[in-house]
C-alpha cells in the first residue's frame, strides 16, 4: 500500500504565474487536508477536504488560492498568481476517519517563487 | 486559540547524551499529542502519538510524556546519535477536531 503520494517534490515559478500542486491519498483514504509550512516555522493548517466537497477551508487564503479533491483523480491546491510569499512546503495528509490522530503525512511540495 | 510552543529552537548536543525537547500547549482540552520528525527536504514521520487519558509512550529510544494539566509534553531521546539529527515537531488534536495545531519545531544536532 503506496503512502501519500505528492507530485512534483519541487515547483519553480515565476511571479504572477499558477502553481497546481498534487496529493494523491493512502488508498481507501476519503479525507484530504493540506498544510503550509513557512521556513522557520511550523505547519498551519489551510483545507480539509472529503471527495467532491470542501469541508473547511478556514486556514486558507480567500484570494488565490483554491483546492478541490474529485471523484477520481488526485487532490489539487491550485495558487494562481504566485507572489515570493507563497514560497513554501506544502504537506499533505490523508485519513480514513475524521479524527487528528490518523492523518498520514506525504513528502511535500516546495514551492520556490522568483 | 490553542497555540503551541517548542523550546529550544535548535539543541546541538555531543553523541550519546541523554536529551529532553518541551512541547507546551495553551489549552489543555486536547485530544491527543503527537511527535514527528522532519529530515531536511523531507516529509514528516510520526514518532509518538499520545492520546488525552494516556500519561507517556515509548519507541525505542524515545519516551514521550504528557501532563494535560500543566499543558506540556516532553519528548526524551537516551543515549543520541547522529542519525538523530532532525527537526522534531510537536502537534496537538483538539477534542472533535481534525486540525493537527504545529510547534514550530526544535531543531537537533547530534556532533559525532
Known amino acids: 500500500n503506496a503512502g501519500v503520494m505528492q507530485n512534483p517534490r519541487h515547483l519553480v515559478r515565476r511571479r504572477g504565474q499558477e502553481a497546481r500542486l498534487r496529493c494523491s491519498p493512502m488508498k481507501g483514504h476519503s479525507h484530504v487536508y493540506w498544510y503550509r509550512q513557512l521556513p522557520e516555522e511550523g505547519l498551519k493548517f489551510m483545507v480539509y477536504?472529503?471527495?467532491?466537497?470542501?469541508?473547511?477551508e478556514s486556514g486558507m487564503p480567500k484570494e488565490r488560492f483554491s483546492a478541490e479533491f474529485p471523484k477520481e483523480g488526485p487532490s489539487i491546491l491550485r495558487i494562481q498568481q504566485v507572489v515570493r510569499g507563497d514560497s513554501a512546503a506544502y504537506f499533505c495528509a490523508s485519513s480514513t476517519y475524521r479524527v487528528a490522530d490518523t492523518q498520514y503525512f506525504g513528502p511535500g511540495t516546495r514551492l520556490t517563487v522568483l | 486559540k490553542q497555540e503551541v510552543t517548542q523550546i529550544p529552537a535548535a539543541l546541538s548536543v555531543p553523541e550519546g547524551e541523554n536529551l529532553v525537547l518541551n512541547c507546551s500547549f495553551t489549552?489543555?482540552?486536547?485530544?491527543?499529542l503527537q511527535w514527528f520528525r522532519q529530515d531536511p527536504g523531507k516529509g514528516l514521520t510520526s514518532l509518538l502519538l499520545?492520546?488525552?487519558s494516556q500519561r507517556e509512550q515509548t519507541s525505542g529510544r524515545l519516551n514521550a510524556s504528557l501532563d494535560k494539566s500543566s499543558g506540556r509534553s516532553t519528548l526524551y531521546i537516551a543515549a543520541s546519535q547522529p542519525g538523530d539529527s532532525a527537526t522534531y515537531l510537536c502537534?496537538?488534536?483538539?477534542?472533535?477536531?481534525?486540525?493537527?495545531?504545529w510547534g514550530a519545531g526544535t531543531k537537533l544536532i547530534i556532533k559525532p
Open positions: 489549552d489543555s482540552a486536547i485530544y491527543n
Open positions: 502537534a496537538v488534536g483538539m477534542d472533535s477536531n481534525y486540525q493537527l495545531i
Open positions: 477536504l472529503q471527495k467532491e466537497n470542501i469541508i473547511d
Open positions: 499520545i492520546q488525552s
